[in-house]
């Protein structure tokens, strides 16, 4: 059971964030031409227009509560002025409005990737792998958030999750603090990371292609050729 945990929580973790920059390295020097997502609104465009709107409204602010969930231990946030409670409201009816936002965006996006047969024909395999992990992750972020915390609301990830996971980074991590963590934290966690490993080789490699040249590029004028 301790080579388990301990595979787990630190020997997985570092593998998948050691795939995650080396494969991005690799891809950028090799596969420039392919650093994109291959569009399909010229397919379908309802669909991907509402999907994609919800899963960006939805993930940027849950981004945001992972960030301040994990990353700033319980004791700034109380010297900050948010006690336990205040947190707890924000993270379970505020995480969870942008949480639906962002489960619904994800479930319209994956029914048309593996529904619609012209979609499913343009999608790779990493495609259709891609969208079904971001579907579980976001489903079992959820499922976290709204059952495991009403069921086991004793529970308190600040004090188990979030300390491992603060460890990663400063190489020390303990794995047995994940191991009264429920399942649902667990499988989030595990997904969470495997979705690291996969981004260097699919589609989402796009997230980093922001075309911000174009806020400062000079305008192109256009005139009309006037024939004799």
Same mark, same amino acid.
């Given at each position: 059971?301790?080579?388990?945990?301990?595979? #787990?929580?630190? =020997?997985?973790?570092?593998?998948?964030?050691?795939?995650?920059?080396?494969?991005? %390295?690799?891809?950028?020097?090799?596969?420039?031409?392919?650093?994109?997502?291959?569009?399909?609104?010229?397919?379908?465009?309802?669909?991907?227009?509402?999907?994609? *709107?919800?899963?960006?409204?939805? %993930?940027?602010?849950? =981004?945001?509560?992972?960030? $301040?969930?994990?990353?700033?231990?319980?004791?700034?946030?109380?010297?900050?002025?948010?006690?336990?409670?205040?947190?707890?409201?924000?993270?379970?009816?505020?995480?969870?409005?942008?949480?639906?936002?962002?489960? &619904?965006?994800? #479930? %319209?996006?994956?029914?048309?990737? !593996?529904?619609?047969? @012209?979609?499913?024909?343009?999608?790779?395999?990493?495609?259709? $792998?891609?969208?079904?992990? *971001?579907? &579980?992750?976001?489903?079992?972020?959820?499922?976290?958030?709204?059952?495991?915390?009403?069921?086991?609301?004793?529970?308190?990830?600040?004090?188990?999750?979030?300390?491992?996971?603060?460890?990663?980074?400063? !190489?020390?991590?303990?794995?047995? *603090?994940?191991?009264?963590?429920?399942?649902? !934290?667990? &499988? /989030?966690?595990? $997904?969470?990371?495997? =979705?690291?490993? !996969?981004?260097?080789?699919?589609?989402?490699? /796009?997230?980093?292609?922001?075309? #911000?040249?174009? =806020?400062?590029?000079?305008?192109?004028?256009?005139?009309?050729?006037?024939? @004799?």
């Amino acid at each position: 059971m301790a080579m388990l945990e301990q595979f #787990l929580w630190v =020997i997985y973790p570092y593998v998948c964030l050691v795939v995650f920059i080396v494969g991005h %390295i690799f891809r950028y020097r090799t596969d420039q031409f392919n650093w994109t997502a291959k569009s399909s609104e010229f397919i379908e465009k309802k669909q991907l227009m509402a999907g994609s *709107l919800l899963f960006h409204l939805g %993930i940027i602010p849950v =981004i945001m509560g992972h960030v $301040a969930g994990l990353g700033i231990p319980k004791s700034w946030m109380r010297a900050l002025g948010v006690d336990d409670h205040l947190y707890h409201i924000g993270a379970v009816y505020v995480g969870g409005f942008f949480g639906i936002i962002t489960l &619904l965006g994800m #479930l %319209i996006l994956t029914w048309r990737r !593996f529904t619609l047969r @012209n979609v499913r024909r343009l999608s790779s395999a990493s495609d259709l $792998a891609v969208n079904a992990l *971001l579907l &579980l992750i976001v489903f079992m972020g959820m499922y976290a958030t709204l059952v495991t915390n009403a069921v086991q609301p004793e529970f308190d990830y600040r004090e188990t999750i979030s300390i491992w996971f603060r460890g990663l980074f400063v !190489f020390s991590p303990d794995a047995s *603090l994940m191991r009264e963590v429920p399942l649902s !934290f667990k &499988l /989030h966690a595990l $997904a969470g990371f495997t =979705i690291f490993a !996969f981004w260097p080789f699919t589609r989402l490699v /796009h997230v980093w292609s922001v075309p #911000l040249n174009y =806020i400062s590029r000079s305008y192109i004028l256009y005139r009309r050729h006037r024939s @004799n």
